[in-house]
Each structure stands twice: as structure tokens, then as C-alpha cells.
């Protein structure tokens, strides 16, 4: 009797809560947050499968993205009912997101078409190379004036041009009226309000920021951009603000998750926005990095879209309301920072988990003098160069797998402090700390070689899921829901974690120095016009590096032939 008593007073005491889906690129997260604290009561994760069907293509299955968010929500509700937490004091529900990351599904049958093409494929570098040929001057920035984005693989317009070029059931879908597109973000609320029976079909201006068909002054899709890609507008998801009811969350209510059922979905932020939302830099001037599979540095410019004059991205940083002012931001987008660790995970076998990375890099505390740029994506900001390839140099015989470790940590901290540099340069205020989050902050060996390589300190909040807080915060805040207040007066006070620089501000200039060597030999490696070989298929010879090599080992080898032959 008393254990009642006790988890009933315990569950009033808790007050209204707010969930939050967070679907990563190499994972999926529902969580549960307590309104009036912002303490993380419960959750759940499930890993996503990523495919590499050819070089440089990246997909993932729409329908396990979907299963994911099912199963994390089933176990959380689970998780909450044995923690005697009444699931029906979820109010509200958000949604963040991998941003860019595209899909194509019919209307119809709730079937997608294709797999979804991930924000960090490259099979659209020829597009792009096309696109960038016929604009004046062949300027990357030709449409940056009305977007915000240089042209480039990793936006969504490019992406959902190649599928209609080259998927059948997608250009049957769109000729035929039933194709649906959108990000991660509209695929989710589609389902989750429906489906093929009544589900909304919409996505916030975030996410719409980085499709390159949306507008980021007049706040809509823009038709002339439409038209540029040769995308019809009447597949696009209505576009609202990041925290308005969307529609009523509908869920089978043989599920544990089924009480879910009824509660709107009220939030919704593509995640590098809803971590600035998590991170509360709400004013004029505040930044944070995430470090997840790649690396984001987001700065708040307020109410006027800044254009960079140094390779960083104009972005709706979020519109907390459908009559509320929309909020920009300049991002610094890095390709490459936690897939560095599954690559060295999965595809060199030389550690076993995260953790192990740590520990590796930490037994030497040095790469003697060995740089590793993974440019496995080309390069993102501040370059935007596509034809860059990952490079390993400054190797001796010295060289082992434990430098290796500590240089793809470095590589991490010198991408950052690339783009931390050309914001300070776009801004003329430079930031005198960083506020960090995102999985790899966990590694506290990255985060002190972080303060050194920027030679500012670096703050890391106690709380490490700010993207899924950012999601909640806006769902809770929604008009009609009105559980979280996001007045400056009635935010919790965050505790955090504080790493200084330790190392004199010569050395790490020295390191950076020979980061951008690094840098420049990674660049103008993989041409994109491909040679054939009489059946279509492009010959090792399109790789000029390595149509070299193999020439000149068929040389030598004819040489030593001839010589031995001679002797």
C-alpha cells in the first residue's frame, strides 16, 4: 500500500513531461524530460544500419528508420512504467533529425520508393560539377543569395533530382501524382500521424533551410529555385514553424506505446538547431558545436540571415512559433568527426569501441607528427570541395596504430578550429569559449585537445542530450501544449563541465600550420568524369593517382624483366 502511495505522490510531484524523438544519423532516441526541471528521466537507443552500395554512396532503410523510432518508444514506455512514471503525463512530443537526408515514398501505399539518401552521399558530385559549369563564372555560391547554401552533394535538391532521374518508381510516383518527398523529419510525422490515412504531411523551416528549394528571406519554397532542380512543387511538405501541434500521434494500441496515442507532436528541429535550442544561445552572438557523425558549429545571428565571406552557411537557426520572428545562424559544417571512429572501428579493425579510442590515443598523448584529414566526403566548410579524399601523412616507421588514434581525434579539433576561424573572421567578435555536446563529447581526451588546438576553453553541459532538450523545449512551448516557458527567468540553470588550454599557444599554432598543409595536399584528388571500359563501368584509369601507379609498376616490372634478361 505504501509503495502506491509513494509512486503516485512520486508521479504528481513530476508534474507535466515532454518526449523527444532524436533520429541521428547512426542512431535513433526517444526520451522523456521532465518540463519543469529539464531532467532527463528515461530512454532508449537503437543503433541504424548504414549502406554503402558503391563508393561514395551512403543509404539507410526508411522502413527500419521507422521500426527504430516504434522500438524506442515501446522500450522507453516500458522503462518509464517501471520507474512507476504514468506515461499519460506525456503532454507533448518533438521531433529532431538528421538533416538533408532524403526520401521519396508514395502517398498511396505508405511505401517509400527508394532508400533514403543520406546527407553525406556523394553519387551527386557530377550534378553538382553541372551545375556549377553553367552558372555565371562558375559559382559554386550562384544561388547562396536567396538559400543560404553553396551548391554542393550535401543538400537535398541535388539528392532528389538524382532519384528522379534514376529511379523508375520515383519518376512514376512523381509523373503519376503520388510521390511524396521529404527529410527524416517529414517522413516521421507522416507516419506517426497516419500514414497513408489522413498522416500530415509537413517539415519545419529548419529542415526546409537545407533542402536548397526553400527560401530563407520570403520564409517559403521558392518557385524559381523549383524550377532550377526541375522539382515539382506539389510533392514538398507544407512548410510551418519548429513549435506548433503538427498533428495527434497515432499508434496501435496493442503497443505499451500505444498511450502515446492522442498526444501531439508540437516540436520539430533539424538537430543542429535544436542543439542550439538544447544549449539555450537564444541571443545574438552564442554558439555551440555538436560533435556527432560530423562536426557543427552553429552561431546565433538573430533576426538578420548573415552571408559568410568565409565558407560557412547561411541557416534558419528556428521560429519558436507560428507568429514568432524566424532566428538565423551561421553553421560551420564538418563532414567527418564520429564516423572517423567507426571507420577506424569497422573498416581497420584496429579498435574494438569509442572508449578504446580514448584509451589508445591517451597511451602515446601525441601523433608524432602524423595528420589524418578523413575527407571521405570531399570537404565541407570552409572549402566545399568534393574532389578531396582522405589522407594519412607524416608517417615514419615509428608511426603506430596509437598515433593514428590520437590523429583522428586531432583531426576532429583542427576541422573545428577551421570553421571556429572563419566565423570569427565573418563575425569580428571572436568567441572567447565553446559550448559543446553531441556523443563524442563523452571522450575527454577530445575535449582538452579541443581547448588546446582552439587555445579557448571549452564548456560541456552535465546534461549531454541537448539536441533531444532543443526538441522538447520547442514541443513543450508549442501554443495549445504550454508546459515549458522558455523565458530567460525560468530556464534551468545548466551545470557544466570546464576543460582550460594547457598547452602554450606556439605549439598549437605549429600543429594547425601543419593541419593546412595537410589539408591542401588531401585536395583535387578524385576526378568525376569517368573513363570507361567499353561496358559502361568506369576503369581503374579514372583515378589518375592510380592509373599512375599501376602504369608505372607495369613499367618497372617490364624494366626488370628486360634487365634480368640482360644479366
Not at 167 to 187: C, I, L, N, Y
Not at 262 to 267: N, Y
Request: net charge negative; proline share 4%.
Amino acid at each position: 500500500m505504501n509503495g502506491t502511495m509513494a509512486a503516485s505522490s512520486h508521479r504528481i510531484m513530476l508534474g507535466p513531461l515532454v518526449a523527444a524523438i532524436d533520429q541521428g544519423t547512426s542512431s535513433t532516441r526517444f526520451l522523456v524530460f521532465n518540463s519543469k526541471t529539464a531532467e532527463l528521466l528515461s530512454h532508449h537507443q537503437v543503433e541504424i544500419k548504414q549502406s554503402f552500395p558503391k563508393e561514395g554512396w551512403v543509404e539507410e532503410d526508411p522502413k527500419e528508420i521507422l521500426q527504430s523510432v516504434y522500438e524506442c518508444m515501446e522500450r522507453t514506455c516500458e522503462k518509464l512504467t517501471q520507474l512507476n512514471i504514468d506515461i499519460s503525463n506525456i503532454k507533448a512530443i518533438g521531433v529532431t533529425n538528421q538533416r538533408e537526408t532524403t526520401l521519396v515514398w508514395d502517398k498511396e501505399t505508405g511505401e517509400p520508393l527508394y532508400n533514403a539518401i543520406v546527407w553525406l552521399d556523394l553519387r551527386t558530385q557530377s550534378t553538382v560539377e553541372n551545375l556549377i559549369n553553367k552558372t555565371p563564372g562558375r559559382n559554386k555560391n550562384h544561388l547562396k543569395h536567396k538559400t543560404g547554401l553553396p551548391i554542393s552533394t550535401y543538400f537535398s535538391a541535388v539528392k532528389l533530382r538524382w532519384l528522379m532521374d534514376n529511379v523508375k518508381e520515383v519518376h512514376e510516383a512523381v509523373v503519376s501524382h503520388r510521390a511524396m518527398f521529404g527529410t527524416v523529419d517529414s517522413w516521421l510525422i507522416w507516419c506517426l500521424t497516419g500514414g497513408k490515412s489522413g498522416g500530415v504531411h509537413c517539415t519545419d523551416v529548419t529542415n526546409a533551410s537545407r533542402t536548397m528549394l526553400f527560401n530563407i528571406h520570403t520564409m517559403d519554397w521558392d518557385a524559381e529555385l523549383c524550377k532550377y532542380f526541375g522539382i515539382p512543387m506539389e510533392i514538398l511538405p507544407r512548410v510551418r514553424s519548429s513549435s506548433e501541434i503538427y498533428g495527434l500521434m497515432k499508434i496501435c494500441s496493442s503497443r505499451k506505446s500505444g498511450a502515446l496515442s492522442g498526444i501531439p507532436i508540437s516540436g520539430c528541429l533539424g538537430d543542429q538547431s535544436a542543439a542550439l535550442v538544447g544549449q539555450m544561445c537564444f541571443q545574438d552572438g552564442q554558439a555551440k558545436n555538436t560533435y556527432g557523425t560530423g562536426c557543427f558549429l552553429l552561431r546565433n545571428t538573430g533576426a538578420k540571415p548573415v552571408m559568410s565571406e568565409h565558407g560557412l552557411l547561411t541557416t534558419v537557426a528556428y521560429k519558436l512559433g507560428r507568429d514568432k520572428p524566424a532566428c538565423y545562424a551561421l553553421e560551420g559544417s564538418v563532414a567527418i568527426a564520429g564516423a572517423v571512429v567507426r571507420w577506424l572501428q569497422d573498416n581497420l579493425g584496429i579498435i574494438g569501441s569509442s572508449e578504446e579510442l580514448e584509451k589508445l590515443a591517451a597511451s602515446v598523448g601525441t601523433s608524432y607528427g602524423c595528420y589524418f584529414v578523413p575527407a571521405f566526403s570531399g570537404l565541407y566548410a570552409p572549402y566545399w570541395e568534393p574532389s578531396a579524399r582522405g589522407i594519412i601523412c607524416g608517417l615514419t616507421q615509428f608511426t603506430n596504430k596509437r598515433h593514428l588514434a590520437f590523429a583522428a581525434l586531432e583531426a576532429v579539433c583542427f576541422q573545428t578550429r577551421e570553421i571556429l576561424d572563419a566565423m570569427n573572421q565573418d563575425s569580428g567578435i571572436p568567441l572567447t569559449q565553446l559550448q559543446v555536446d553531441g556523443g563524442m563529447t563523452s571522450n575527454k581526451l577530445l575535449m582538452q585537445l579541443q581547448a588546446d588546438i582552439l587555445c579557448i576553453p571549452v564548456v560541456k553541459p552535465s546534461m549531454p542530450e541537448t539536441t533531444a532538450l532543443g526538441a522538447a523545449m520547442a514541443a513543450g512551448a508549442a501554443e495549445g501544449v504550454s508546459v515549458w516557458s522558455l523565458n530567460p527567468d525560468d530556464l534551468s540553470e545548466v551545470t557544466s563541465e570546464k576543460f582550460e588550454p594547457q598547452i602554450n599557444p606556439e605549439e598549437s599554432e605549429f600543429r594547425y600550420a601543419r593541419w593546412k598543409r595537410a589539408v591542401q595536399k588531401s585536395m583535387n584528388w578524385e576526378t568525376t568524369e569517368p573513363i570507361g571500359n567499353g561496358n559502361g563501368e568506369p576503369s581503374i584509369f579514372s583515378s589518375v593517382p592510380l592509373g599512375f601507379y599501376i602504369m608505372g609498376s607495369m613499367v618497372m616490372l617490364i624494366g626488370a624483366k628486360y634487365l634480368a634478361g640482360h644479366n
